[in-house]
């Protein structure tokens, strides 16, 4: 059997996913919910475009884009939920493998419609 480019591309990133022991990308199996988003984004989005993650959860998604080369900021409404009630746990290491290319803010008043950008920042939200 072999593997095309895009599902090799994929499995690079899921056993990234995994090593950074993400609950959703514990195996291939459970990332794999992600790869048609993954590969619709970069057929759709130019390449080095500046990106916002807004709910960016436990950061799969910005390590997916800044391992792509999109400039990628990152935003929470909370700094951890139920549902990731560790907030984005691979921000420290985001940020100091991509430390020109990478933010990431949670919100100061929890409002998750008025967010702290001017207009027109980024070119993919």
Same mark, same amino acid.
């Given at each position: 059997?072999s593997w095309s480019?895009a599902?090799?591309r994929?499995?690079?990133?899921?056993?990234?996913?995994?090593d950074?022991n993400?609950?959703?990308?514990?195996?291939l199996?459970?990332s @794999?919910? =992600?790869w048609?988003?993954y590969e619709?984004?970069?057929?759709f989005v130019?390449?080095?475009?500046?990106?916002?993650?807004w709910g960016?959860?436990d950061?799969?998604?910005?390590c997916?884009?800044?391992?792509n080369?999109?400039?990628?900021e990152s935003?929470n409404?909370?700094?951890?939920?139920? =549902?990731n009630?560790?907030?984005c746990q691979?921000v420290?290491?985001?940020? @100091?493998?991509f430390?020109d290319?990478?933010?990431y803010?949670?919100?100061e008043?929890?409002d998750?419609? @008025?967010?702290p =950008?001017?207009?027109?920042?980024?070119?993919?939200?």
């Open positions: 059997m480019e599902e090799l994929w499995v690079e990133m899921s056993e990234v996913l995994r950074f993400l609950l959703r990308h514990e195996n199996g459970t @794999s919910q =992600y048609m988003v619709k984004f970069l057929q130019p390449a080095g475009s500046k990106v916002l993650d960016c959860g950061g799969h998604f910005t997916f884009c800044l391992r080369g999109f400039q990628t935003f409404v909370n700094s951890s939920d139920d =549902y009630a560790e907030g691979i420290e290491d985001l940020k @100091s493998q430390p290319s990478f933010q803010r949670v919100s008043d929890r998750p419609v @008025s967010l =950008y001017e207009d027109a920042r980024f070119d993919v939200s």
